[in-house]
């Protein structure tokens, strides 16, 4: 009953005339850049960051949590009406919703995939109403073995679960890790790879890694690919579903959060997993089997209910224990820091206000952008024949806006060119950029935790495990290092 | 580097040739280096300072750089055994072009010079300039439309940074002069 109350008190902030406002330009924000091909909502995120520097924290998290929320309602326009998916989480809906769009039926694709957004958005923030603070009730008397632990976690993850390669991307994590030591050592302000340089004894800031790697290493990464002769939009009129559709759709809306949302807490590289599982059960439970490939309608509403679940199931990690499991909750947890507040199991008691407020802004923005997608999707399809050359200069432009922002530094552009020059490199070489991030962010927290729990002890390592919850979280990631070995030996013995 | 002298390569390829091939070698390379630069700037750490705790600031810093190191030789060996990075693909990349090498420096060079003259310039002009250059290097050739979009945005984002949300930015001659 106290989270209800608590709800109802988040509701009277998000629904003042600023917060509304707030709300309301995240939103419009979010869908634009997630309709934009070629910027995801993390880049997204991290070019808005500067916007918020004049902002109080509350509006801030509302307009952040309106662009993330946004982004995932754009990105699928983007994969049903030009079949090229920006982000990994909108590639299951290109499979289906470009050929509806195809054969004429993108308006239900489009419709089917709005409102499927809507309905796992809706139930994965009530269920976000409902465990996170449970979550967080628990998790307050952990210590800093388990912060550890669960940093551990979230690194072993992130290498090991993400992309083809672990080596690459361990490689990728170090790198991160190494940036996030620049600057003066915590406790003892000993100066660490800083060079003698005053500057870097402040470190690097995390804004601009974010937009380093993000948007000035996507944009010089796609200028030396760019590709000559861009897609043309399969022209559609507003979204709508006939009876049969709806008839066909309204179970798979409903299955795709069951699948979402655990996913979404969990470090396993965000909404990519979960849609393709809830693809898969689509297919396996559909009568219309025979549909899938050539435009099966299910395969666009699960999916796409599973893919706004799962950023619901992200909050919770995110706000409860300060994990972030994919990289827009990273570079919004880079947000928070910016404004010293530390989210973990005792945000919900030190900033009631502020999470309540932001949790209640999302049931607010997914109303907003039903109210704003159905109606505008033609409008917005507009903006996928926006000219390459602008749409990169953009980014160009607002991430040299935004570095400079930060301290008003034109040496913060220099750091900028170079991560973004690193994150080219990356993208070239198939080192993934999120374990980098995660390292810069979560690598000081994570030594600071290490040591901490090492002073505890008195230096014995067996203070790090000494707690139920610790040896839990080490067995876990036991588990994911020991998971390609076992399976090769599963294989072999299989063959 | 022990990588470069990994053998002969099996087919009889030339040494550029080979090379080309095995540019991630380069990403070794860049790793074992950055590894070595972390463990010499621990080791010369000087931490007679107050140490609080068993854990200095030097165990995490060694960690790491000895980590970078040995990802550096891990990484080698699997790059010699034909591992390859996969690039990453996107909404408008085409992979099958080989790179454009010649877009990718004239954007650099475009943005290093927004850096030095921001400073002399202010914000709306160096923008506009920045957007102009990047959109010109990145293929636009409309010379009427070009300067008026980067010119409009530039003045656009200065009023709403300054102005509107309060995040100052250099206004350079050109506000002194308005």
Known sequence: MDSLNSLVDGFGTALTPVNLLWAALGVLLGTAIGVLPGIGPAMAVALLLPVTYGLEPTGAFIM?????????????????????????????????????????????????????????????????????????????????????????????????????????????????????LVGLDQMTGQQRLTFGSLQLADGIDVVIVAVGLFAIGEALWVAAHLRRSTGTPIPVGRPWLGRADVRRTWKSWLRGPVIGFPFGAIPAGGAEIPTFLSYVTEKRLSKHRDQFGKGAIEGV???????????????????????????????????????????????????????????????????????????????????????????????????????????????????????????????????????????????????????????????????????????????????????PPVKKVITRVRA | MTTETAGPPPRPTTARSWLRDHSELGVCVL????????????????????????????????????????????LAVDVLRGGRGEAEGGEDIDLAEPADGRTVALLTGVFLAFAVLIGPLGFPIAGALLFWGSAYALGSRHHDRDPLIAAGLSLVTYFVFDNLLGVPLPGGPLMGVL
Do not use: C
């Open chain 1, 64 to 180: 952040f949590a309106g662009i993330y929320y946004g982004a995932m309602f754009g990105g699928s326009t983007t994969s049903i009406l030009l079949n090229t998916p920006g982000e990994s989480a909108a590639v299951v809906a290109a499979i289906e919703g470009n050929p509806m769009a195809k054969a004429g039926r993108g308006a239900q694709a489009l419709a089917a995939a709005a409102i499927g957004h809507f309905t796992g958005g809706m139930i994965g923030t009530i269920l976000l109403v409902v465990l996170a603070p449970t979550v967080a009730s628990l998790a307050v008397d952990i210590g800093a073995p388990d912060y550890f632990a669960i940093m551990v976690l979230a690194f072993i993850a992130v290498t090991s679960v993400l992309g083809s390669s672990r080596i690459r991307g361990l490689a990728s994590l170090l790198i991160g890790l190494t940036v996030g």
């Open chain 1, 301 to 483: 509403a699960g999916p796409e209910s599973a893919a706004s679940a799962s950023a619901a199931g992200t909050l919770v990690s995110m706000l409860t224990l300060g994990l972030p499991t994919t990289a827009v909750a990273a570079v919004m947890l880079a947000a928070f820091q910016q404004y010293g507040i530390q989210p973990g199991p005792l945000l919900f008691e030190r900033e009631p206000d502020l999470v309540w407020g932001l949790i209640a802004s999302l049931f607010v923005g997914m109303v907003l952008l039903l109210a704003l997608n159905l109606p505008l999707a033609p409008l917005w399809a507009k903006l996928l024949r926006i000219p390459r050359p602008y749409l990169y200069a953009g980014i160009l432009f607002f991430a040299a806006v935004g570095a400079y922002a930060v301290g008003g530094e034109a040496l913060d552009l220099v750091i900028l060119l170079v991560i973004g020059v690193l994150g080219f490199g990356m993208r070239r070489y198939g080192l993934p950029v999120l374990p980098a991030v995660i390292g810069v962010i979560l690598g000081p927290a994570a030594e600071q935790q290490l040591r901490r729990a090492l002073q505890i002890s008195d230096g014995s390592v067996t203070g790090l495990v000494d707690t139920p919850f610790s040896v839990t979280v080490y067995v876990i990631v036991l588990l994911i290092l020991l998971w």
């Open chain 2, 31 to 74: 790793l074992l280096a950055l590894g070595v630069l972390v463990l010499t700037d621990t080791l010369t750490m000087d931490v007679d300072l107050t140490q609080r705790g068993p854990v200095g600031p030097r165990t995490v810093p060694a960690v790491v750089g000895a980590g970078l190191v040995l990802v550096a030789l891990l």
